[in-house]
Each structure stands twice: as structure tokens, then as C-alpha cells.
């Protein structure tokens, strides 16, 4: 059906993007078939997506670096509602009042993951302490320093960040990320590990780590994004077509 009704001459983009749009099913011959796709809903809320990490993990670094930050700019929070939650592989255990953490990659972990955290919830707002949280990410695995360096970039105050990194807020802060990660069904089993929309599969995963950008156009239920109909044109574009 979809064949015998392109236009190909004026239809470019593959056939999973034809409904992306009433402009351009028109321009693909194929609005009559794409009426119920294009009620996609003006409404619809952006995707959740949860990254459940650790601040020294070098896997987690990358995601960061080739995944994560740019597809976070490039969609906006519109589509993408990002949350973070900096634990991953550690273990708590109660002390006293106080919760203990042994953390993977050792105590400077231990102390990445509770900047991470207090930024979080003293910022509140995450075009704020993403890309602060982002620059720590990039950086060598020195947390202290590095956060000095990036709250000057992103000129944030990072003293209560740090009273709260050193107190109890930040110890109960972060006792609240072990409780979300060890709520997860099924159980993480490395990091970084992603959920969408509450849902983690390993496809899922492979796709993220892959191409994130990917993953969250084609889950988003809204209107098609400019950014998302950019990238079905770049594959269109890298495929090798018979004449």
C-alpha cells in the first residue's frame, strides 16, 4: 500500500518519517493513509529518561561525552526529561544516624557521586546543574577540583553544594539515589544503565549507547521534532541506493 501510493519523486525521506508531518505525507502521496498517525498529540509530555550512574565510571564518562549531553541540547527538555541519579554500583550500609557508602571506583567516587547529588537538589533547575554536572563528567576524576573549575565555567556557587556534599543533607540525599537504584525491576547490572519511560531492556540499552537521539525520536509521541526529521534524513543520505 505504501509503495503504490509515494509520490518518489518528491518524496526523499524512508518511509517511517512519511506520516512525521501533514507536509510531508503530502509531498509523499500518502496523507489519506497517514490521517490517524498525524493526530499525534500537541500535548504530549517529553520522554523520561533516567540515567542511573557513577561519577568515575569510565562507560559512564563516555555516554556523557558521545550520547547523553548533546542529545539533551539538541531535543530540549520539551522532549526529553532527563533524570539523574548518581550511585550506580555503590554499596550503603547504616552507621549510627548516617548512612556509609562504598563506592566502586573508591572514596573519590564516593564524593563525585555526592556533589552530583546536592547539585541536583540545591540547583533544581537543570539547564543549570546539567552542564555543570556534565563539565565534572568530562574531567579526570579529581571531584573536588573538578567541581571548582566547572562551577566557575557555568558560574554557579558551589559552597552550599559542598556543605551539603559534607553534611547530612548530602548523606541523606544520596541514601535516597541507593534506594531508586536498588528499586529498579529488573536489577541494574552495570552502568551506565538507562530507563525510558520507566522501562529498561537490554535493545533498549545497545540503542542508547549507540544512538540516544535515535532512541528518544522514536519514542516521542508528540510532533515530530525539526532535530528528529535532521537525523531521518542524514541516514536517508548515508545509505547506498540501487538505481
Known amino acids: 500500500m505504501w509503495l503504490s501510493g509515494a509520490v518518489w519523486g518528491k518524496c526523499d525521506l524512508p518511509s517511517s518519517l512519511w506520516c512525521s508531518s501533514g507536509d510531508v505525507a503530502k509531498q509523499c502521496g500518502v496523507y489519506d493513509q497517514c490521517r490517524d498517525t498525524l493526530r499525534r498529540d500537541p500535548n504530549a509530555g ?20 558521545s550520547q547523553l549531553y548533546d542529545t539533551w541540547v539538541a531535543l530540549g527538555t520539551s522532549v526529553l526529561n532527563l533524570t539523574l541519579v548518581p550511585y550506580g554500583n555503590a554499596r550503603e550500609t547504616k552507621d549510627g544516624d548516617k548512612w556509609k557508602f562504598e563506592c566502586q571506583h573508591g572514596e573519590q567516587e564516593c564524593i563525585g557521586n555526592l556533589i552530583e547529588t546536592c547539585a541536583i537538589a540545591i540547583i533544581k533547575d537543570i539547564n543549570i546543574y ?11 576524576g579529581m571531584p573536588e577540583k573538578d567541581a571548582e573549575t566547572c562551577a566557575a565555567k557555568n558560574k554557579i556557587d558551589l559552597e552550599p553544594i559542598i556543605q551539603c556534599a559534607n553534611g547530612p543533607m548530602g548523606n541523606d540525599l544520596e541514601h535516597q539515589m541507593a534506594l531508586k ?3 529498579l525491576n529488573p536489577p541494574h547490572q552495570y552502568v551506565p544503565w538507562v530507563t525510558v519511560n520507566g522501562v529498561h531492556t537490554e535493545a533498549m540499552e ?6 540516544l537521539v535515535t532512541l528518544i525520536c522514536d519514542t516521542y509521541k508528540g510532533p515530530t521534532p525539526k532535530k528528529c526529521l535532521q537525523l531521518a534524513e542524514q541516514r536517508r543520505s548515508s545509505r547506498c541506493y540501487t538505481n
Request: net charge negative; aromatic share 12%.
Open 206 to 211: 545497545k540503542e542508547a549507547e549507540q544512538s
Open 46 to 65: 517529553p520522554v523520561n529518561l533516567t540515567l542511573y550512574m557513577e561519577s568515575l565510571c569510565p562507560d559512564c564518562k563516555n555516554f556523557f561525552a
Open 130 to 140: 546539567f552542564p555543570f554536572i556534565n563539565c565534572i563528567e568530562s574531567k579526570n
Open 181 to 183: 537504584t536498588d528499586a
